[in-house]
């Protein structure tokens, strides 16, 4: 990914994975700044079901073939108030391989950061559940933002993105 990065000093945008994704990427290169959303920027950030999976391996049981069954996986994952935006989590969702999401899994469970940079910003929802605001430090917080709120909460991020990105 970084090869497909053209720009010199870039601002890294990442949700949820994507945000531990930017986060090693920055690693490597020079950026300017780190926005993370609906994400984790330490290990002890991680919720204990995903510690818990760490040590016992249980996230390998998964059933992560129900991928291919977004409106099912989306109901499991995100509740019953889905089906009036199945069309946007089919989006939001639209990678349905069985073994990369196995590895994102392993890969987000197994994430060992313990400091993270000065120039990262962190902005995370008061009702996520997937990574509760109780385990998360030193991040902006979104009123009644959930997992999924930059589909639900695009108006806040409309009107508060620019500034951060360019603060």
Same mark, same amino acid.
């Given at each position: ?31 300017? =700044? ?5 994400? !984790?920027?330490?290990?002890? %950030? /991680?919720?204990?079901?995903? #510690?818990?999976? $760490? ?19 989306? =109901? ?5 108030? !889905?089906?009036?935006?199945? %069309? /946007?989590?089919?989006?939001? #969702?639209?990678? $349905? ?71």
């Amino acid at each position: 990914m970084i090869a497909k990065i053209k720009h010199p000093n870039p601002v890294l945008i990442g949700v949820s994975l994507g945000g531990i994704l930017v986060q090693e990427m920055a690693k490597q290169i020079s950026v300017q =700044k780190i926005i993370i959303v609906s994400s !984790v920027k330490l290990k002890k %950030e /991680l919720p204990k079901r995903m #510690l818990f999976a $760490r040590y016992t391996k249980i996230h390998k049981l998964l059933p992560t073939g129900l991928v291919n069954n977004v409106e099912l996986l989306a =109901k499991y994952a995100f509740g019953e108030t !889905v089906v009036k935006r199945l %069309e /946007l989590y089919e989006k939001y #969702l639209s990678i $349905r391989d069985k073994y990369y999401i196995d590895w994102c899994i392993h890969q987000m469970v197994n994430w060992n950061q313990t400091t993270y940079p000065y120039n990262l910003v962190h902005i995370h929802g008061d009702k996520d559940t997937v990574f509760p605001i109780a385990n998360i430090s030193d991040c902006t917080v979104v009123k009644n933002g959930t997992h999924t709120m930059i589909i639900h909460r695009a108006k806040w991020f409309n009107e508060h993105l620019p500034t951060i990105i360019l603060d």
